[in-house]
């Protein structure tokens, strides 16, 4: 997908927050803001918006020192998120259709993010579950399930810390032993990194790997051979969240997106209202 | 009034908007956008919003060649509350305070802005005095009519067209014949020019001029010699709306800001909650 002229005021926005979480140094926020503006002013509008906000948060990285700002949020929605796992699993065992249960909370789990609209709280945590359970979905669930039997190899292309927790209860409904996990390749905003997966209770039956890049999406041509080698071969991709949305909502391959509404941009590009949880067929997928 | 950081992506979404206003061409939109992001990167932060927003809207005449393309809007508020006019003015007769009622409706009339925030509707116009009725209302009224009461000479800088026809009512609770009205120089925004004003039923019994300015505001150093002189002769300015504010705050003289608190910078600057109406001294005036 490429970057909306309404995504430039949101990457404005965006730099502030992002700078405003990492330092309370205002020369700082002045002083990556002007860099951003010059960045924008000649942006590539046919580059995807997560490939934009990468350089955005490398700026921020830079001029800060900090490699993983966001590592103490991470850390507690993984634990609030796993102190409700066991009642969500009991409600995805006990649901008339588990997987579909399963796809609603994982989805559910897309609320964690920092990149989009509020601030994340522990208490916003729990309601993103809650209203995944009876909220509008949109898209064909039992194409995406009957595209899950069918796949010898699935690839799990993962999103935020926290939601990464939710994904095992999806996950758990895949055929066992196909499902690889992929992670971001360094940290950036709330994306989870391997560390992130191991810390949400993932075990050595799934492998997990990384892409090799810092982008808060899945951008291709930033990641590393051994990943765009892995993506090429798996049968299925499923893929979490707006930012693979956004970078791969254009690319070649079996793949279902999965995630949560959440910007004007998106809803306007998806035919999808705000707030609605989504299961989409990129449109240059293989029949 | 500096320009605080948290301007500068209000200054992005609102160039974009003024551009979809203006036009429905989206290379416009592009390049005036881009042009805006290469000032903002370079923009002195000491200026105020409106000196900056002034030249953002010169690059968008500039490049669509439409001189006053708010000028049906303003029209069509003009009409309405032109329509409103005399239920309001009976209202102001039979309150038990009629200078508070007559300085409420005319902060009310300054919800009537294209600037900041949401599309004006009629329906919000008559919304917009309904909450002026009973809206919280902060400052002193009462030094801000004993200033009236004490003044020779009153300069009454005013904000947007339809604002501009509530003026009235408060003007008829002025001493007669020392009430001279000040519109912007051309036409910028909704913002009321001469010709609003001699829409909004203004007779020859005041003294209309002009600022020879075009920003949304009032930038001292881009009004005209003449209206200058008469800004420092005057005994007392009554300056409405936020643009006025934030341009002015600063300036020497008796000055009371007369406006609706219509965004969270200006509400953290003055302390003054989103939504209240306010009247506020200046700080410089003398004592």
């Known amino acids: ?15 502030l927050t992002a700078c405003r979480f990492v330092t309370d140094d205002e020369s700082v926020h002045e002083s990556v803001l002007r860099d951003v503006l010059a960045m924008l002013k000649d942006i590539d509008m046919h580059q995807t918006p997560p490939a934009m906000a990468m350089r955005v948060y490398r700026l921020i990285r830079q001029r800060t020192g900090r490699e993983d700002p966001y590592q103490d949020v991470k850390d507690q929605t993984t634990r609030e998120v796993l102190r409700l796992l066991p009642d969500l699993r009991r409600q995805v065992r006990q649901a008339a259709d588990p997987f579909t249960m399963a796809v609603r909370f994982a989805i559910g789990g897309n609320t964690i993010d920092c990149g989009v609209g509020h601030e994340i709280t522990l208490a916003t945590v729990g309601k993103a579950f809650e209203h995944a359970l009876d909220g509008p979905l949109d898209g064909d669930v039992g194409e995406f399930q009957a595209a899950t039997r069918a796949a010898r190899s699935i690839l799990y292309v993962a999103d935020n810390a926290g939601e990464i927790v939710a994904d095992r209860l999806l996950i ?54 051994a990943f765009r080698r892995r993506f090429a071969e798996a049968d299925l991709i499923i893929a979490k969240g707006q930012g693979n949305f956004e970078t791969l909502s254009d690319a070649e391959g079996n793949i279902f997106f999965l995630f949560k509404v959440k910007c004007p941009v998106i809803s306007h590009h998806t035919g999808c209202p705000m707030g609605h949880l989504l299961v989409r067929k990129n449109a240059a997928a293989p029949r």
Do not use: H, W
């Open 172 to 225: 758990e409904q895949l055929p066992a032993g196909r499902v690889t996990l992929a992670v971001r390749g360094r940290a950036v905003l709330n994306d989870a990194t391997r560390a992130d997966a191991e810390a949400a209770g993932y075990d050595d039956r799934i492998e997990i790997i990384d892409n090799g890049s810092d982008a808060p999406g899945t951008v291709l041509q930033e990641c590393s051979d």
């Open 1 to 15: 997908m490429k970057t909306y002229l309404n995504c430039i005021p949101c990457f404005v926005q965006q730099t």
